[in-house]
């Protein structure tokens, strides 16, 4: 098998210069394929009048959060800290939609001051909570229900959301007594429906059939006198793991899923692709550190870790791992692709195939984009490792590597010892 070829750039970077520059292991992630994701969407939805809500939690750096802003793209949240931080990057919230079965009224009141433009509503204690803090603040909450169609998204069963084992959502049959109740709800305009079933979806399927459940009951709220005003279809597109075998669904047949689920529908169409706009817009950059050959396999020993990219351990994940720099005359090896952390689940592959590698090369795990720094953690207290933006030749420092001060600036000795 020849050595694939090798991009030694990214969005017109040297990435060994870069590497050389910020030290890895470094989260790179291309702007113009970021902008190139949005606009690419954006033209699919042309015709629909459909809003893109990012799923923040994807990656919530501040420059993507710009990016996005920029775009016009506004954003959907899960938490107080992913609210800040995009208001901070400039995204208006009257584009902010707040999801999460666990919205602490602290939460729910900061989003409401601030002005967001719906809170997706997952469980009736949480619809009477919200109702309840905004007729305290004398304000209006718009809300959507968020409905679980119990559709299987045929992913990984750690990212699967919308059977009704899962935690999220509402059956249609409890939704139904929401909106029969509706007079009751004051301070909570309730007229939107949310569904989002999974993620890393790569077929149109489980789609078609959690949006014929949501138009279905679209049309009976509408025959019952409940106007929906919003429908939020969620995020979950899949993208490209593996370079030669995903197959990920077009753009624009899912929005032709969409309109032909929703045909006839009048209202605002709200979209919240997380992974799709970032993941393959980003590399982590890593340096082996060295080879050690085991009784049975051959470890190849790499200076990034399951600290600095989860999903391989977590989800058992695929990554394309590829040098950085192609040379075409070593000969293809298997290894076993490991981080330095201590668990035997701290690997990125298994008996992968790599053109030999030697101590000081550089390889980049693909699409990484999505869930890899925002995932991260300081476990075997390796610091965060530092985020760049990359566009069109140049480079930003994102997130400068995380200094040791940093790492323990919360911590302190058990000094002032108190009693409850
Ligand atoms: N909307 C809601 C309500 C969500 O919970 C999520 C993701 C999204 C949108 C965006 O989904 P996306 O378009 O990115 O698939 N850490 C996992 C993925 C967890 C997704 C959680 N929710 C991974 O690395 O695969």
Do not use: M, W, Y
């Given at each position: 098998m020849p050595a694939p070829a090798v991009p030694a750039t990214l969005d017109g970077v040297d990435l060994t210069a870069l590497a050389a520059q910020l030290g890895t292991p470094l989260h790179a992630y291309s702007a113009s394929a970021i902008r190139a994701r949005i606009e690419g969407l954006q033209s699919a939805l042309h015709g629909l009048d459909a809003g893109i809500r990012y799923a923040v939690k994807a990656n919530s750096n501040l420059a993507v959060l710009q990016l996005m802003a920029a775009a016009g793209v506004g954003a959907d949240i899960v938490s107080s800290g992913e609210l800040r931080r995009c208001l901070h990057a400039g995204?208006?919230?009257?584009?902010i939609v707040f999801s999460g079965v666990g919205k602490t009224e602290d939460e729910m009141t900061g989003a409401l001051d601030a002005g967001i433009e719906r809170f997706n509503v997952e469980s009736h204690d949480e619809l009477l909570t919200l109702q309840r803090i905004a007729q305290a603040r004398g304000s209006v909450a718009r809300a959507a229900v968020r409905i679980?169609?119990?559709?299987?998204?045929?992913?990984h069963a750690k990212i699967s959301?919308?059977?009704?084992?899962?935690?999220f959502g509402v059956s249609i049959d409890e939704a139904r007594r929401w909106f029969a109740g509706r007079?009751?709800?004051?301070?909570?305009?309730?007229?939107g429906l949310h569904v989002h079933i999974g993620s890393q979806i790569l077929s149109l399927q489980p789609y078609r059939l959690a949006l014929a459940r949501v138009a279905d009951f679209w049309r009976e709220l509408e025959q019952a006198g409940h106007p929906i005003r919003s429908i939020d279809v969620g995020g979950g597109l899949g993208v490209r793991y593996r370079a030669e075998e995903d197959q990920p669904i077009a753009a624009a047949d899912y929005a032709a899923v969409i309109g032909e689920a929703l045909a006839g529908y009048q209202g605002r169409l709200l979209l919240e692709p997380g992974r799709y706009l970032v993941a393959e817009a980003g590399i982590l950059l890593t340096r082996v550190l060295r080879i050690k050959q085991g009784e049975e396999r051959q470890f190849l020993v790499i200076d990034a870790a399951m600290n600095d990219l989860q999903r391989p351990s977590l989800y058992d994940a695929w990554h394309d791992i590829v040098p950085v720099v192609a040379d075409p005359t070593r000969p293809m090896t298997r290894y076993d692709i490991v981080g330095p952390?201590?668990?035997?689940?701290?690997?990125?592959?298994?008996a992968r195939e790599l053109p030999e590698c030697r101590a000081g090369d550089l390889l980049m795990i693909m699409a990484t984009g999505a869930y890899g720094a925002s995932m991260a953690s300081t476990y075997n207290s390796r610091p965060l490792a530092a985020e760049a933006m990359l566009n069109q030749g140049r480079y930003a420092v994102?997130?400068?590597?995380?200094p040791f001060e940093e790492m323990i600036a919360g911590e302190q000795p058990a000094r002032n010892w108190q009693t409850t």
């Open positions: 995204i208006p919230a009257d584009r679980n169609p119990d559709v299987d998204a045929q992913t959301t919308g059977k009704s084992e899962n935690k007079a009751r709800l004051s301070h909570v305009q309730l007229d952390v201590c668990e035997t689940g701290d690997t990125f592959a298994r994102i997130r400068r590597r995380q």
